[in-house]
């Protein structure tokens, strides 16, 4: 159980090296840690033993019985901080409502690399390319989808939302937490690892989604290995996605809508390849 607890109620050096976390890019990858705040996203780091930097909660408050477990459990190499309530709320971006006491915990994570070898590739494996997703809202929906629906982890290619980013990782509710996610800059970094693992014997197929495929997602076998990628809303997958891809199918939709956004088609898109594949067994509703 950790001993040694700071006290802060200013804006010091230490707090101004956490709030930089909140908004700037580069600073989060420079310093290698991000910001994890909400229910979910702080029991996936305790229950998948996240490397942490650092447990923060606020000054002379007794903490749920949930906070005080993740307190207590959590990182032991992590530093422990109480701050004044006002500090924390904007480490968290949440100020709190009329008879609320406010955020309990902020977790300062440090950040995995990006490496695509973190993604387990077998005989039935599932891999979500996001090609160039523009909102982290959608980017942490698309792996929050990803999670739920049995895939082996999530690429994020291109000009893209960073996984690191805060309203990301809230949208996946901890999922960005539990699946790996990779970002790399280009298609050719994935495609080399796809030939590497094709090397080796698994048949991955790249099968790219789009309003106009030539057929029908529900039309393919997507029971063996592949590599599911889904394009921006705006312009689909790039021209060398396209290329790249084996088959590029299409979802039927009606209404007036020309199109589903991007975390919806890779919702449904996963969707397909867990009903052809029998899983997962357990239902579930909005959360």
């Not at 310093?31 to 447990?55: F, K, N, Y």
Request: negative net charge.
């Amino acid at each position: 159980m950790p001993t040694d607890v700071l006290r802060i109620t200013t804006r010091n050096a230490r707090f101004q090296q956490w709030e930089a976390l909140r908004g700037n890019r580069s600073k989060r990858h420079r310093q290698g840690e991000m910001l994890v705040q909400g229910v979910r996203p702080v029991s996936a780091a305790l229950e998948r033993d996240w490397p942490l930097a650092a447990v923060l909660a606020p000054l002379d408050r007794t903490l749920s019985p949930w906070a005080q477990r993740v307190w207590d459990e959590a990182d032991p190499d992590a530093v422990r901080a109480r701050m004044a309530p006002e500090l924390l709320a904007v480490l968290a971006e949440k100020e709190p409502e009329d008879g609320e006491e406010g955020v309990e915990l902020v977790l300062v994570a440090r950040t995995r690399p990006d490496d695509l070898d973190r993604i387990p590739v077998g005989p039935d494996a599932l891999v979500l390319v996001l090609d160039r997703p523009a909102s982290p809202g959608n980017l942490g929906s698309s792996v929050r989808s990803a999670d739920a629906l049995g895939a082996d982890g999530v690429v994020v290619c291109g000009r893209s939302a960073d996984p690191t980013d805060s309203r990301a990782l809230r949208a996946s509710t901890g999922s960005m937490l539990a699946v790996p996610v990779v970002a790399v800059p280009a298609p050719s970094e994935v495609l080399a690892w796809v030939q590497r693992h094709r090397d080796r014997g698994v048949p991955l197929r790249v099968v790219g989604t789009d309003e106009g495929g030539a057929q029908d997602l529900d039309a393919l076998d997507l029971t063996g290995p592949v590599v599911l990628v889904v394009g921006t809303e705006a312009t689909g997958m790039s021209a060398a996605w396209r290329r790249a891809c084996d088959d590029v199918a299409g979802i039927p939709i009606g209404g007036s809508a020309s199109s589903l956004n991007a975390a919806a088609t890779a919702g449904v898109a996963l969707y397909e390849v867990a009903r052809q594949r029998r899983f997962p067994r357990r239902r579930s509703g909005p959360a």
